[in-house]
């Protein structure tokens, strides 16, 4: 009985050990195919050179790279980008730290409420999510009408149609994220070093200067570069609410695929945008690790 249970054992473990293996391959050759594949393409694109609409050379040429940096139109593409991406970072940590901490810290049932919205939020559709701020932010919506009927303001605000508009959809559907990703990293920091704050003659305040502020950097760092990146490469809410009056990176690439089809300046661009997002993570890596 005993020859018959370890046989079955080891038979489990080798079983299990195998299904993790082929598990791995098997991301890892979904990974390649809807990833590596995909963006080594495009990337091969941005050095040909660009014939007319449609058709393009194998001709190596550093041409498309030169003309991002050199025109105007696309530097301000960029810098728009970059912009949006930046001032949704900035909103995703002053509003999501609170919750955060909260969710990382409390343990009253009010707790278990917030975490559901926060994670409810993440399962809804992105699409549904754009169109209700479209319906809260137009000069008729919502907001507009309750600052209005509060005298807060006279005239509807011009929220959206612009980057405000931009900001305020792409930041509540960032900011989910970065709340996940900082409330894991304060909830593994151990209470008794609150306790020992306390302990020694630290107020509320303090400890939280003293021992979780500076536990949670990383935390913040990572929540902040991702949420940066996933900006930045949005395409859905940009285009519902720019309305087309300012263009980003990403709808701007849309455009040169489905229109202009110049599909090498659309890899430059697409490349552009993903060593970008590659060069923030890295930064903001080494930050962590030299400082948090």
């Given at each position: 009985?005993?020859?018959?249970?370890?046989?079955?054992?080891?038979?489990?473990?080798?079983?299990?050990?195998?299904?993790?293996?082929?598990?791995?391959?098997?991301?890892?050759?979904?990974?390649?195919?809807?990833?590596?594949?995909?963006?080594?393409?495009?990337?091969?694109?941005?050095?040909?050179?660009?014939?007319?609409?449609?058709?393009?050379?194998?001709?190596?040429?550093?041409?498309?790279?030169?003309?991002?940096a050199r025109e105007p139109l696309y530097l301000r593409i960029l810098?728009?980008?970059?912009?949006?991406?930046?001032?949704?970072?900035?909103?995703?940590?002053?509003?999501?730290?609170?919750?955060?901490?909260?969710?990382?810290?409390?343990?009253?049932?009010?707790?278990?409420?917030?975490?559901?919205?926060?994670?409810?939020s993440l399962f809804t559709n992105l699409v549904v999510r754009t169109?209700?701020?479209?319906?809260?932010?137009?000069?008729?919506?919502?907001?507009?009408?309750?600052?209005?009927?509060?005298?807060?303001?006279?005239?509807?605000?011009?929220?959206?149609?612009?980057?405000?508009?931009?900001?305020?959809?792409?930041?509540?559907?960032?900011?989910?994220?970065?709340?996940?990703?900082?409330?894991?990293?304060?909830?593994?920091?151990?209470?008794?070093?609150?306790?020992?704050?306390?302990?020694?003659?630290?107020?509320?305040?303090?400890?939280?200067?003293?021992?979780?502020?500076?536990?949670?950097?990383?935390?913040?760092?990572?929540?902040?570069?991702?949420?940066?990146?996933?900006?930045?490469?949005?395409?859905?809410?940009?285009?519902?609410?720019?309305?087309?009056?300012?263009?980003?990176?990403?709808?701007?690439?849309?455009?040169?695929?489905?229109?202009?089809?110049?599909?090498?300046?659309?890899?430059?661009?697409?490349?552009?945008?993903?060593?970008?997002?590659?060069?923030?993570?890295?930064?903001?890596?080494?930050?962590?690790?030299?400082?948090?």
């Amino acid at each position: 009985m005993d020859i018959t249970t370890r046989s079955l054992r080891i038979i489990g473990r080798f079983i299990l050990s195998r299904g993790v293996q082929i598990m791995g391959i098997a991301v890892l050759l979904l990974f390649l195919v809807f990833f590596v594949i995909p963006l080594g393409y495009f990337l091969l694109l941005s050095f040909f050179t660009f014939i007319q609409s449609g058709r393009y050379e194998a001709a190596f040429t550093l041409s498309n790279y030169i003309r991002l940096a050199r025109e105007p139109l696309y530097l301000r593409i960029l810098g728009a980008t970059f912009k949006m991406g930046a001032i949704v970072s900035v909103v995703c940590f002053t509003l999501g730290y609170p919750v955060a901490y909260y969710l990382g810290r409390s343990t009253s049932k009010l707790r278990n409420l917030v975490l559901m919205i926060v994670v409810a939020s993440l399962f809804t559709n992105l699409v549904v999510r754009t169109y209700g701020w479209i319906v809260l932010l137009t000069e008729n919506g919502l907001i507009n009408n309750i600052l209005m009927a509060s005298g807060l303001v006279k005239e509807p605000l011009d929220l959206i149609f612009n980057m405000t508009g931009v900001v305020i959809g792409e930041a509540q559907i960032q900011l989910p994220v970065f709340i996940m990703i900082v409330a894991g990293v304060i909830q593994l920091i151990d209470p008794d070093l609150d306790f020992a704050a306390r302990v020694m003659g630290a107020d509320d305040v303090q400890t939280f200067a003293s021992v979780v502020w500076p536990l949670s950097l990383r935390g913040i760092i990572g929540g902040v570069s991702l949420v940066f990146a996933l900006a930045i490469s949005a395409f859905i809410t940009p285009f519902f609410l720019s309305g087309g009056k300012i263009v980003f990176t990403a709808l701007f690439i849309n455009t040169l695929v489905t229109r202009s089809l110049n599909y090498p300046l659309a890899g430059a661009l697409s490349m552009i945008l993903v060593l970008s997002s590659v060069s923030v993570i890295v930064i903001m890596s080494w930050i962590s690790k030299r400082y948090a």
